[in-house]
């Protein structure tokens, strides 16, 4: 099964990537980790989206494409697989299914703006595996260390209030009209907000049939 986390930044659709991976064992695609990964690499690729992801901009369709379709050549989603900020336009849509990767669930996390905003200020993203904590709500295990991976957590460069208002900005004028897209095909679920990542957990994993 292919699904897509759907929602502005912020909405936990990392966090629940990660959970869902473990519980799953579906392959995560995000492109949102990919683009980190050539940035911290100072590939050419790094090199070309640096600013762009630092000012909160989306990168070309183009860029975000050719990342799912090179990963999708791992071959390891055979059984399922999580897409995580991807698509973020209609052209990416399109384009997803013109490569053959067919979506059988988008799933919207539905989260007011000030709670997003609260979130996004205290989170520390892993850039070596893309786990994501929050301060309060989420800490890792040992501070500033990932769990899952033992390297070193950041604030991401985008993770700044100024940039996040951008990003919510791009979200709307971008990425929300996914939501019709995919309720027009009858793929969209809304995962509202819970008081706990478990709960939503046990929502996402109940509303894909996966429990
Ligand atoms: P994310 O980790 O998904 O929040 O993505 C971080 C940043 O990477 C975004 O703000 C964009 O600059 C860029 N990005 C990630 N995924 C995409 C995508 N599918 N299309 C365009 N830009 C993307």
């Known amino acids: ?15 629940q990537a990660a959970i869902l991976n473990k519980r799953l064992g579906w392959p995560i695609i995000s492109t949102g980790n990919l683009l980190r990964a050539a940035v911290e690499a100072k590939s050419e690729l790094g090199m070309e989206v640096k600013d762009l992801i630092a000012h909160g901009e989306l990168v070309s369709d183009q860029i975000a494409l050719d990342l799912v379709r090179e990963r999708l050549e791992q ?10 900020g991807v ?31 609260s979130r996004l200020a205290g989170r520390h993203t892993c850039l070596a595996c893309g786990g994501t904590y929050h301060l309060t709500n989420n800490p890792p295990r040992e501070k500033g260390i990932c769990d899952y991976c033992g390297a070193a957590l950041r604030v991401r ?18 990425t929300a009209c996914l939501i019709d897209y995919y309720d027009k095909r009858g793929l969209l679920r809304v995962i509202p907000t819970t008081d706990t990542l478990e709960e939503t ?7 894909i049939g996966a429990k």
């Open 1 to 15: 099964m292919r699904i897509t986390l759907l929602g502005a930044p912020g909405t936990g659709k990392g966090t």
């Open 75 to 84: 071959n390891d989603c055979h059984d399922g697989c999580i897409l995580d």
């Open 87 to 117: 698509p973020r336009t209609i052209v990416q849509a399109d384009g997803l299914e013109e490569m053959g990767l067919h979506i059988d669930y988008c799933l919207l996390f539905d989260v007011a703006d000030q709670v997003i905003i």
């Open 157 to 174: 460069p985008d993770d700044q209030v100024k940039t996040i208002t951008r990003r919510l900005e791009i979200y709307r004028e971008r």
């Open 201 to 207: 957990t046990e929502l996402v994993l109940s509303v």
